[in-house]
């Protein structure tokens, strides 16, 4: 594939040097649909040699002392459409100012081309000097090729740079795998972005330059094919390497195409119309999950071969400081040192042998890692697996002896994972493979986020993990089986993508793999239960009124048993944890070992009635007291106090809570309310903010719309009135990023705020922030359903609305305009999507009539729904 371009005479008409470049991106852009990528990125590296040619001549530079080259992706000779233009003009010494000038004006016509270059004007003892002290030059040294000048110069660079580069292989090595750990980390080490970066990703087009760069540096050769005649690495490999590259090249092509502009990143705001170029349909969404599923799968196999070539290279070229003799495990494997081993290329020929080889990773806890050709020979293995190793009798002993072994779930699970084989062993998981959804809840695909929640429950059997998870620990440590709930987790999600009911579809696979495994009806009964119920904790938790104790009294009906309880909890809890980091906080934690308890306290009566509302609320009041008069209070004044308080009060907060509160309010005067205390007395890792004031009408409207204008969340509000007029209103808020208000002078900001609007010296915030870059890529319809609970004086509703700034004030105003009471809200984000439980009364506190529900639903859908 050729372009020829017809340059302009003149210098002076950058309009027809302009317009030349635009032909060319246009046609480059129509050749996207059908052409080879490789032919496409090699064009414009040619069109711009062709290009940067024709203006050097139109300068006149000398012939001699002087030289261009291309560096970087333009020194290799691949270019796409808003690539960087990165040049080196080599001098044979400082240059004249003449020189200089001619420099400076080729520079400045690429600039008014609008072409991003970058340059460096360097003689050949300057370029090694620079390459000895900045990595990135010695690199891009390895890659530049001659544009236009003198060629002995060139050539004379060349030869300097073969003979004299100042860094040897192991410096080289070890600098560029310094440089790809710390590029990783930037991106949290994993390669499950929701929006990726096609270049520095972990997986991503600089893994794949990395493994060239430190191959061709120590074979001291310039092409990629020639590092298979060096045995570095395989036929098969190279041309698996050559399949992602020019995947990654299409997807960043057609990103470029779109963005218009030299854009790496796949931001939610490109990546429905790259998926339409590239060719995966135009229904939005799941064009776009079916595009990411094919990136996710990719960047895998580039993330693999990154890890193996790089360890190939430095144990079997570099050579190991050190030599470990082999100590067998038998006819198969060895240890070498902290390594497993294969000792022959047959190693892996049965299903049985490769699961053989991940019971020896459990059963010897010096391993940290698999030897790089043994890697190797596992990945040609996996290839040539023709059936699910389920299937084989042999394979199946393995792995119920994998499962069952206490570090089962460590390393030997990772590099199952890691390495391919669980997708070969279980079906169901090589479809979750590379499986994303297109929302900002779930951080990874599938797979990942499975992975991830089956190592949270690992940790569980860890005594290490006792201080953060005391009660994980202790319930997994008495489980009797407790593979059962790592094959749950195993199951939970393992149909998604499929369509229909992902829990349900999950529970019919889980039993099947349970009666194939020959596991007992117990133990499949229960991972059934658990898989289909996953959610049900989750959402108990944090959607309902957990202190309701009807609420209580259905989940505990649904679980029936202590022991599916405490499966459950772990689960969840592993669950939450691994979906995604910013979902995890105290918060959640104390919702989620709030509902266990109370729930074991049913599940353990003889006659499985509800919990005991009297005999909490006389609990929190005894001990509450006891707090009080410890600090000084006198028992007639506490008792005078809470006379006031209603017996809901009580039951909804704990001792320490009520005794904050109380001293606080026993010292106010009536001239200073509000009362407002920001704070954290139950050490949950959250912001209580407790609100005593007179009772008006707006309350919650005002605070919500201070809170808003804070940047603060609002994640649980109780509504309560004491008995002479005043109202008690408990808030838990989170700044944006999840985390407790601890700055000192942040939270006098916050009481300040609050005490000016409540006491009318400011006006109360009106204004909402728009919608964020990545919330303008999802639409959320608003709904609202309306829950029947047996309150009659009560009505609860749950709103599903697209998450955004100054959401729960809009609704506050819907309250006010309506004149209805707002007794408590449960306030939970699912990534862009806002899922919020509310429990309100009319202004005779009485349950909303149908009239009214119907009034309150058109109110809140016309209120949110528009922007």
Known sequence: MSYRAAWPDSLSDMAAWRQQLKAFDDWSAEQFVSADIESLVSARADFMDSLVGALWNKLDFPEQKIALLAVGGYGRAALHPHSDIDLLFLVAETPEPEIAEMIGQLTTLLWDLRLQVGHAVRTIEECINEAANEITVATSLIESRLLVGDADLTSELEQEVFHQFPWNSRDFYQAKKDEQIERHQHFHGTAYNLEPNIKASPGGLRDIQTISWIAKQHFNTRTDESLVEFNYITAEEFIELKECTHFLWRVRFALHLVARKCEDRLLFDYQPDVAQLLGYGQDGKA??????????????????????????????????????????????????????????????????????????????????????????????????????????????????????????????????HRYGVMARYLPAWDHIVGQMQFDLFHAYTVDEHTYRLVRNLYRFTLPETAERFPLCVELVEHMKHPEWLFLAGIFHDIAKGRGGDHSELGAVDARAFGEQHGLPKEGIDLIAWLVEKHLLMSVTAQKRDIYDPDVIARFADACQTRTRLDYLYCLTVADIRATNSNLWNNWKA????????????????????????????????????????????????????????????????????????????????????????????????????????????NLFAKVAAVLDNEQLSIHDAQILNTRDGYVMDTFIVLQRDGRPLADVQRIEEVHQHLH????????????????????????????????????????????????????????????????????????????????????????????????????????????????
Not at 648 to 655: A, E, G, N, S, V
Request: proline share 4%; hydrophobic share 40%; charged share 25%.
């Open 287 to 416: 064009a776009v999950e079916r595009m990411m599923k094919d990136y996710f799968k990719v960047v895998l196999r580039v993330g693999e071969l990154n890890r193996m070539l790089l360890q190939f290279f430095e144990q079997a070229i570099l050579g190991p400081m050190e030599l470990i003799e082999p100590q067998p495990l038998d006819a198969d494997f060895a240890l070498s040192g902290v390594q497993i081993m294969a000792l022959h290329d047959q190693a892996f020929s049965t299903p049985k042998q490769i699961m053989q080889f991940f019971c020896y990773v459990a059963e010897h806890p010096q391993i940290e890692s698999v030897h790089s050709h043994t890697i190797r020979l596992l990945r040609n293995a996996r290839r040539d697996i023709t059936q699910p190793l389920c299937e084989d009798a042999g394979a199946r002993a393995k792995f119920l002896s994998l499962i069952t072994h206490p570090r089962g779930f460590g390393l030997a699970f990772e590099l199952m």
């Open 590 to 697: 104390t919702l989620l070992e709030e509902l266990y308890r109370a729930t074991r306290d049913v599940l353990e009566k003889a006659d499985r009635k509800t919990i005991d509302v009297r005999e909490r609320m006389l609990e929190n009041r005894q001990n509450a007291m006891g707090l009080l008069l410890s600090a000084g209070f006198q028992v007639d004044d506490i008792t005078q106090l809470w006379g006031r308080f209603t017996a809901d009060y009580f039951f909804r907060h704990t001792p320490e809570q009520i005794a904050w509160h109380s001293q606080h309010i026993m010292h106010v005067q009536e001239h200073q309310l509000p009362l407002v205390l920001i704070g954290d007395e139950n050490n949950n890792g959250t912001t209580e903010l407790f609100i005593y004031h007179t009772e008006e009408s």
């Open 756 to 867: 000016d609007v409540l006491r009318k010296r400011k006006e109360v915030p009106r204004g909402y922030r728009p919608l964020s870059r990545r919330m303008r890529n999802f639409q959320v319809p608003t709904k609202v359903k309306f829950i029947n609970l047996k309150n009659q004086r009560r009505t609860t509703f749950e709103l599903i609305a697209l998450d955004r700034p100054g959401l729960i004030a809009r609704l506050a105003h819907v309250l006010q305009r309506l004149d209805i009471n707002l007794m408590a809200a449960k306030i939970t984000t699912v990534g862009e999507q806002a899922e919020d439980l509310f429990i309100v009364a009319s202004n005779q506190q009485e349950a909303l009539t149908e009239s009214e529900r119907d009034a309150l639903k058109k109110a809140i859908i016309d209120a949110l729904d528009v922007e």
